[in-house]
């Protein structure tokens, strides 16, 4: 639509009409971002993203315990406490699944009397 005060004429030619409707889309164009308007936007699109994976997790983390529940119900979860650092290390008892014999939290063997290691003399060779 042209603005009331530029009325189209016949006359106007190819060049007039290019240079109204160019002047037109100026009038309209929106103004540049400054660095403060783009900051604020990051700065929702980073909230935005924090929320969704807060949210995502969340819903790992009951699927996970509802899993886990699941398993132990059914007994087939082992629970070992670590005599170190006194940590729960749950292993469910499938096949492929092997279990840990050092504790993941500090790195302490979890059974009494298993050595994971040689002394420094005894290296194999």
Known sequence: MLPVSEPASPSLGLYGLR???SNMS???AKPKPTIKMIDERINIMTNRIDQFLN???AELEKHNTLIAKLIEH???MDTED???CQG???T???DGIVKVDDCPYCGCPLREGEQTTLPMGEEEE
Do not use: Q, Y
Request: net charge positive; proline share 10%; aromatic share 10%.
């Open 19 to 21: 240079r109204l409707v």
């Open 26 to 28: 100026k009038s309209r």
């Open 55 to 57: 949210m995502f997790v």
């Open 74 to 76: 059914d007994g087939m």
């Open 82 to 84: 670590c005599p170190s």
């Open 88 to 90: 729960t290390i749950r």
């Open 92 to 94: 469910p008892m499938f």
